[in-house]
C-alpha cells in the first residue's frame, strides 16, 4: 500500500499452470486479481469484508471494463495498483492499473462496485463507514462502461447449468464464472486468431446453484455482445472487442 | 526457499472472493497452490518450465492425494510447504505441507510429477538434469495413493463437454478443471453436512477441446469413486472420502 493509503499493488507472477490455450493469464483469472487487489486495499483501508459484515452490509461487484494492450505470458511478473476514483454511500468507482515486469503499463480496468444490505439484498448505506477513504488521482484512461444493450436477433443460443464449483461464499455465481460462461461461447481456435482489446460486463441479477440459463451471443455490430438470461430476464451482459493477432 | 534448497514455502491470504459455498478454499483452487507452489520450487533449483522446455522435456502431473484435517477459509492466512521426497529420471515424489497462520499443520499432499517428452508425449529422460536436485527429509504422514480402480456398476452417469476455459497452455484440460468435473457430480446441500476428508486423483490420459466425456460415480462402498471416460477408456480416476461437518 502506499503511504497515503490511496494505492494498493499486488506483485503477481503468471505460471505455465495458469495460463490459457494462448499461453497468457486468462481473462477470467483477470478478473480474479482485479477483485483480488481490490479486496485487500479495501481491507487494508478499513472498509472490507470484516468491517462491513458487522454492518451487515457488503460490496457487490457490479461493473468491470478491461482494456489490454497485451497480456502476461507464461513465466512473467506483473503488478495490479488499484485506487478509488470516487466513492458515495452507494457506490464506488475503482480503477486498476495492468504493469509488466519492467514497469510498463500494459491494460487499465474500471470497476463499479455497489453497497448492498447483506439482509434485504438491496441497496446498502456506506454513509457510516466511506467517509475518509483517501481517494486516488492516477487518471485511468480508458472510457467509462456505456449501458450494456439487450442483446436482440442473436446469433447463438446455448443452456447452461451452473453447478457446485460455481458457487461463491455469497451461495451464487462467482464473478469469475460469467467471465468463463461467455467465452466458452467462442473455440480454442478463434482465440488463436484473436484477442480481446475491450471487455465489458454488467453484473445485474444473482444466479444461484442449479439455475439454467441461456447464454445469448451477437456477433455482427463491431463487436460480441452476450447476454446470460434466467426465465427469459437478463442476469448479465457482456461486450467483447477483438483484434486479431498474429500465428501463435 | 529454504538456505539449501530443499523446500520451498509461498504464504497466501485467502480473499472472500476466493471462497466456496461454504466459506473456504475450493478443493480446486487449493489444488492450483500446490501445483503452483511445486512449480516455483522447481523454477528456482533448476528444473523448471525454462529449463526443461529448451530440452522438449515437461514435467507432467500424474497423481495427487490430499488429506485436510480443516481447510482455510475467508481472510485466513495459510502456506503451502513443499519438498522432493524422491526423484528419478521418469518421475518424482513431491510433497506439500499446508500450515495455517498460527504454524499448525492442518493438511498434507503428495503428488507424482512424470517426466515427458514434448515431441512425442512420451515418457522423456531427465538424467541430464535431475542429479543433484536437493531431496527434503521432512516426513509426510499420509499414504501414498493406492492404485484407483475402475469404477463399475455405477450410480450415476453425466456428460460433459469441456470448453476454451478449461483448457491450458499444453493445449488439454487443465488439471484444476478434472477436479472441478469431479466435484460437481455433488450439489451445494451436499457439501453443507459432509467436507471431502481425503482426495486423490490420477491423470491416465489427456482430454481436449470440446471432447465430450462420461462423469461416473459410484458412492456405495464407503467412499465415491468418479471415473471421467472418453469413448469408454478412462482418461482420469478419483476417490473422494467425506467427513459429516456440523450446521453451518
Redesign the interface.
Known sequence: MSDDGREYRIDY?L?????????VI?M?TLV?RI??VS??HA?STGIG??NLHKRGLAWVLSRISIEMDRYPG??EHFSLTTWIESANRHFSERNVMVTDGSGDVIGYARTIWVAIDMESRRAGDMSAIIDGVPLGDRPCPIARQAKLQPVTVPDMVRHHRF???D???N?HV??TRYV?TI??E???EF?DRNEISRFDIAYMSEIH??DVVEVVVRNDCGYSEVEIRRDGAACTRARLAFRPVGPQ
Do not use: H, K
Request: aromatic residues 18%.
Open positions: 507472477f505460471s505455465a499452470g495458469e495460463c490459457n490455450a494462448q499461453s486468462p477470467p480474479q477483485i483480488e479486496t485487500m481491507n469484508y470484516a507464461i513465466n453447478r457446485y464449483c458457487i461463491d461464499f451461495r462467482n464473478s468463463e467465452l466458452n467462442w473455440g480454442v482465440f446453484y442449479n
